[in-house]
């Protein structure tokens, strides 16, 4: 069983749609992130909730909206796609917040690669 | 500004040698530091946790060495395989902050 899956993996569309990216854990964790991979392969964090509850909301456009219906589950939601938002896009969880610090247990998923044309 | 460096891009090793990675930062006080690994289309897989009051941690062929002096971690594969070119990620977090930062990565390549 997949620990951390997302969907879709591949997702190619027009400047000013709106698309949504899903993420799922079975791994109980209290915890999930969403994390952004440029083409230069720099990974930047997003958002991060605990338990539904949002935790970091990192300096992104309100172009994006995460939403956690609960714990083992976290959406990523992008109006008005831009040229800029082509990335891959890694949904990771871990036990508690702050556990994925002190155990290193930070698991993530496959990616979506967005491509914005 | 706060920043982590890895120290190339790429890094070609030949097999059997030992693989050294570096990892530096600047205006942080790191409570750990993590190394992650990344195969070409999937996601970071964690390898190895050194906290700040470590000086070493060792797991089968990988050692992770923490100076919070020079503000630099070091990463090494002894006798690498082929298996395990791959990208190769360092982040960490301040004391206080639960946002795991991380370096912008090396990719290494061991040639048979």
């Known amino acids: 069983d997949t620990a951390v899956s997302q969907t879709p993996k591949y997702l190619v569309t027009q400047m000013g749609n709106d698309k949504s990216i899903k993420c799922e854990q079975n791994l109980g964790h209290d915890t999930m992130y969403w994390y952004k991979q440029d083409s230069k392969k720099f990974l930047k964090i997003m958002f991060s909730y605990n338990n539904k509850e949002l935790i970091i909301n990192e300096t992104v456009p309100n172009r994006f909206s995460p939403k956690s219906p609960d714990k083992a589950h976290l959406n990523l939601h992008i109006n008005s796609l831009e040229l800029g938002d082509s990335a891959v896009y890694f949904c990771?969880?871990?036990?508690?917040?702050?556990?994925?610090?002190?155990?290193?247990?930070?698991?993530f998923g496959e990616g979506s690669r967005l491509t914005v044309l | 500004s706060q920043k982590i460096e890895q120290n190339s891009e790429a890094l070609n090793i030949q097999e059997g040698k030992t693989a050294t990675l570096t990892c530096n930062y600047t205006n942080y006080s790191p409570a750990y530091l993590q190394w992650y690994r990344q195969d070409p289309g999937r996601g970071p897989v964690f390898l190895l946790l050194?906290?700040?009051?470590?000086k070493e941690k060792r797991k089968e062929r990988l050692k992770v060495t923490f100076d919070t002096t020079l503000k630099q971690s070091l990463f090494h594969i002894t006798a690498s395989q082929p298996a395990d070119s791959a990208t190769y990620l360092c982040a960490l977090a301040d004391f206080g902050n639960e946002k795991l930062t991380f370096g912008t990565g090396t990719r290494l390549t061991i040639i048979p």
């Open positions: 990771a969880s871990s036990h508690h917040l702050g556990l994925a610090v002190n155990t290193g247990e930070l698991f």
């Open positions: 050194i906290r700040e009051n470590e």
